[in-house]
């Protein structure tokens, strides 16, 4: 590439910027509370219901359930939660290696560890953001032996039982080539779905593909429940164990206090489910919102060379959670040249993860060849995507 035309990409990326969001500055992502919050909140103050108890949590988990498809929901007190039992559900034990994206966010690979489990890093591809399943059975093949019904790689000799696709940024990952390599290596299939509320593939919700899937309602997602997540599953009895894990295993009893097993305080408290249940009565229009978003950006940056803007992958619907400029030049240089400037002008644009493995804490686990995924991350920049930034008229 010319120097001469990448040095004005920061300049014109920040133009471009400026002409869909306005001069004002603009976060990467802000809640938005215009519908039922303040009552649904009044009414816990009100009724003192602001705890582990009260009837938001189930009308909340039932609101999941209608919206997304799931047979069963069960709220926890965060995204990291939802996954930590859901890989307990799934059978993970201690000295398992569970096949996760390397770029993706940390609780991902912190859920993994919770059972000493290793995470094994593999690579993304870049039409969906998410695990590159063709790549991934080639690797599979090369580096895992079947023994019986389990897939043991052949270096570490430990058992691989599991693989955590992640739908980055919102755009669903390629679930039919990941769920025929699950079934060919006898994984189980789990769904980090954190980003992906309201995404489709095939016209079913992501998270409702593999054995149990987990949403994140953290502050920056597309809904907020403050803190929150849930678990989401098809199987019945996975669901009753997941809520017997995450409510402390207490028996059912009018006054009694007792405990069947070792358990975990996960319990979504009723204040943050009524946020929940008001936030999600807005979920499709802040959708919407976003997918006319990416069309008012698309249009400045589809004349802009050297970049491109990332569209939802064949098939799937995406809730374009975060918009992502990707940066034709992999060299990190220019996304820095670009961070920079956006963020001088007032725009929180933001990269991607630091690749996982890179970090000290995950040096030892074993990963495929990363070479898409640090591309990917050398060329990801994500853009102001606040559902109001789709409401906002210049010229
Ligand atoms: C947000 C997020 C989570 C969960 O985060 P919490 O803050 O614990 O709710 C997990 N995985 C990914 C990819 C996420 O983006």
Not at 208 to 230: P, R, V
Request: proline share 4%.
């Amino acid at each position: 590439m010319n120097t001469a035309a990448s040095n004005l990409l920061p300049k014109k990326v920040t133009e471009a910027i400026k002409s869909v969001v306005g001069v004002n500055p603009a976060d990467l992502h802000e809640p938005e509370f215009v519908g039922n919050e303040w009552n649904y909140l009044k009414d816990c103050l009100d009724t003192g219901y602001v705890s582990s108890v009260g009837q938001y949590v189930d009308r909340f988990e039932r609101n999941l359930e209608s919206f997304t498809g799931a047979k069963h929901a069960i709220a926890v007190v965060n995204g990291t939660s939802a996954l930590h039992i859901a890989l307990i559900l799934a059978g993970i034990e201690s000295g398992d290696e569970v096949l996760i994206p390397a770029l993706t966010f940390v609780a991902t690979a912190n859920a993994v560890t919770y059972l000493g489990a290793t995470p094994h890093f593999v690579d993304s591809e870049r039409q969906t953001l998410g695990i590159d399943a063709q790549k991934l059975k080639n690797y599979l093949q090369s580096i895992s032996k079947m023994q019986g019904n389990t897939s043991i790689n052949r270096k570490t000799g430990r058992r691989i039982r599991a693989i955590v696709p992640m739908h980055t940024f919102g755009h669903p990952s390629d679930l039919t080539g990941l769920i025929e390599v699950a079934n060919e290596f006898n994984l189980v299939l789990v769904e980090d779905a954190a980003e992906s509320l309201g995404s489709r593939f095939n016209g079913s919700h992501t998270g409702t593909f593999g054995k149990l899937g987990i949403l994140s309602f953290n502050g920056n997602k597309i809904i907020t429940t403050g803190g929150g997540g849930a678990i989401l599953t098809s199987d019945t009895e996975l669901a009753m164990r997941a809520k017997q894990l995450t409510t402390t295993s207490k028996i059912p009893h009018k006054w009694e206090f007792r405990h069947s097993e070792i358990a975990y305080n996960y319990r979504l408290p009723n204040i943050n489910a009524a946020l929940g249940c008001a936030q999600i009565e807005n979920v499709e229009f802040k959708i919407a919102a976003k997918r006319e978003l990416y069309i008012k950006y698309y249009e400045v940056f589809s004349k802009i060379e050297g970049v491109h803007l990332m569209r939802e992958p064949n098939g799937s619907l995406s809730n374009y959670w975060l918009q992502t400029l990707l940066i034709d030049d992999p060299s990190l240089k220019l996304r820095d040249e670009i961070l920079e400037e956006t963020n001088n002008a007032g725009y929180r644009t933001r990269p991607a993860w630091n690749l996982l493995s890179d970090l000290d804490q995950f040096g030892g686990s074993p990963k495929s060849d990363l070479t898409e995924s640090h591309q990917l991350m050398n060329r990801i920049i994500n853009l102001p995507s606040s559902p109001k930034l789709a409401r906002i008229v210049t010229d």
